[in-house]
């Protein structure tokens, strides 16, 4: 993509202007024992405030809707042996087809089909079959993996006996894929502490880390507050780790990630439009991409699978569009005429300083790596003040990165 094809209302950014100094001592290798004792940043209209995560409760403005991600990390790192002793690690990344529901592949019994990053994939032959057996609480499980297309990296599995699940199958045969640059190996711990303690529907391969500090007692807090609480699925893709190598980070490639909305997720968005607040990155990012599925469904494109391009919000004049509100009142009329249940689809939208928000009013996040998208995206929601925010955060001692400290930011709330 050239300068000359950008949307209008998109400037080039350079990746340099977005980094900052982070030691390696500030990034948490492991969590605190309690969740919700990690520290909170409270920044509103350019005022910061520190405080405790499990008095969150206190910082939400009235008549909040606070959105989480309800997804759940796989075990999605697998290793496999050649016949020779080559040992090959199999990455999973996106079943196939894209069209169906993570959830629904994870309750496949005797074959699926992945995406996957193979490591070693030039000693794997395409159709050379890898094999291993399994010990489980149903006995012997014989696990077979093929590379059935090398171009696209797609490995298809079959096991015997078949009438386990393959969400059964996963934790005997894979391991919990850390961040990378935590590094070190997943231990046993990993496999709870890694996951939020509302983690419902299977199929990330990284966790939304904002929200690792709830637990049970924060989210009874909130609702004796009269905070509404409700859960959409952005499952987690591995690009989150992928480090931009444009010096133009508009050019970067973004993967699509899978996200589903329930009909009572745009009823209850329909409700709160004044105040939606998001837990996480992964939260925000589904949420604005939904607004735009929306304006698609306005403009007579009508389609039951959700799908927002990279740069589509930006191809759009600023203003008039219309309110969140309007637009989640069309989604849910749709979804009613089409006897839709859930919506099923994909985002590989971008969000860079530019971006105009159309749904979040603020937004829950730990602390990101330097030159990334989530710097990106943080930039856009509060400014300038993103270097404030991470400069006060270094300074007064926060941990860093999936299993570091928190941060409320309300840019629009006094």
């Known amino acids: ?32 024992p309690e969740r919700d004792q990690s520290r909170l940043l409270v920044y509103r209209r350019g005022n910061i405030e520190h405080d405790t995560f499990s008095r969150l409760a206190g910082y939400l403005p009235s008549g909040t809707l606070l959105v989480f991600n309800d997804t759940k990390v796989i075990p999605a790192r697998l290793y496999f042996r050649r016949a020779t002793g080559a040992l090959i690690e199999i ?171 329930t009909r009572g997720n745009l009823e209850r968005l329909v409700q709160y439009t004044g105040n939606i607040i998001a837990v996480g990155t992964t939260s925000m990012r589904a949420l604005e991409s939904l607004y735009w599925y929306g304006i698609k469904l306005l403009h007579g494109q009508e389609s039951p699978h959700l799908f927002v391009e990279k740069l589509s919000p930006y191809g759009y004049a600023p203003d008039p569009l219309p309110p969140a509100g309007t637009v989640f009142q069309k989604i849910h009329q749709y979804m009613r005429s089409a006897g839709l249940e859930e919506l099923v689809g994909e985002t590989e939208i971008l969000i860079v300083p530019g971006y105009q928000f159309r749904v979040c009013k603020g937004l829950i996040t730990n602390y990101h790596q330097p030159g990334s998208t989530l710097i990106l995206l943080i930039a ?32 629009h709330h006094p």
């Open 1 to 32: 993509m050239t300068e000359e094809t950008l949307p209008p209302n998109l400037r080039p950014i350079r990746l340099e202007d977005y980094t900052y100094d982070l030691p390696d001592d500030r990034i948490a290798a492991f969590p605190l």
């Open 91 to 261: 990455f999973l990344l996106q079943p196939q087809p894209v069209e169906q529901s993570i959830h629904t592949i994870m309750q496949a019994r005797e074959s699926c089909t992945w995406r996957c990053l193979v490591g070693n994939k030039k000693r794997l032959k395409e159709g050379e079959v890898l094999e291993q057996e399994l010990p489980t609480p149903e006995g012997l499980v014989t696990v077979r993996a093929t590379l059935t297309d090398r171009e696209n990296q797609e490995v298809s599995f079959r096991w015997a006996p078949g009438h386990i699940r393959f969400s059964e199958l996963l934790p005997h045969l894979g391991e919990i894929p850390l961040p990378p640059y935590l590094n070190r190996e997943a231990t046993e711990q990993d496999k709870e502490q890694y996951q939020t303690v509302y983690a419902r529907n299977e199929g990330a391969v990284a966790a939304p880390t904002a929200g690792l500090h709830f637990t049970g007692r924060v989210l009874t807090s909130l609702r004796e507050e009269g905070v509404s609480l409700d859960y959409l699925t952005l499952h987690v893709g591995a690009g989150t780790f992928q480090p931009i190598k444009a010096k133009n980070v508009i050019q970067h490639p973004m993967h699509a990630e899978q996200i589903i909305f």
């Open 380 to 411: 856009a929601f509060v400014g300038e003040d993103w270097r404030r925010i991470y400069r006060e955060a270094l300074d007064k001692g926060y941990r860093f990165l999936s299993y570091g400290d928190s941060s409320l930011l309300l840019p």
